[in-house]
């Protein structure tokens, strides 16, 4: 998917481009791109710090939508496929 297909799928108004919801979304997509790329080159050391790195901002994100608007994030999460965030 294109960038502004991602914003325009995932904003919460028609000028939104930076909304949480939007962020993770983006991110989300760089690691299914980077994912893929690791598939064909797997010793490709930079692009894993790269995808640890997005992993652990989208994570940060996702940790804050869940405090802030947890009925958005049950959304998100379900609308982009990926698992909830462990509760410890």
């Known amino acids: 998917m294109s960038k502004k297909t991602l914003i325009n799928n995932y904003a919460i108004h028609t000028s939104d481009t930076g909304s949480t919801q939007v962020q993770v979304a983006l991110l989300t ?4 791109q980077l994912s893929q790329h690791l ?3 797997n010793k490709d050391y930079a692009s894993q710090r790269g995808l640890r790195k997005i992993l652990g901002s989208r994570k940060q994100l996702l940790k804050y939508l869940s405090h802030k608007d947890p009925v958005s994030y049950q959304g998100l999460i379900s609308k982009l496929g990926i698992r909830a965030l462990r509760s410890n």
Do not use: D, E, P
């Not at 997509?29 to 299914?32: C, D, G, L, N």
């Open 29 to 32: 997509a760089k690691v299914i």
């Open 39 to 41: 598939k064909n080159h």
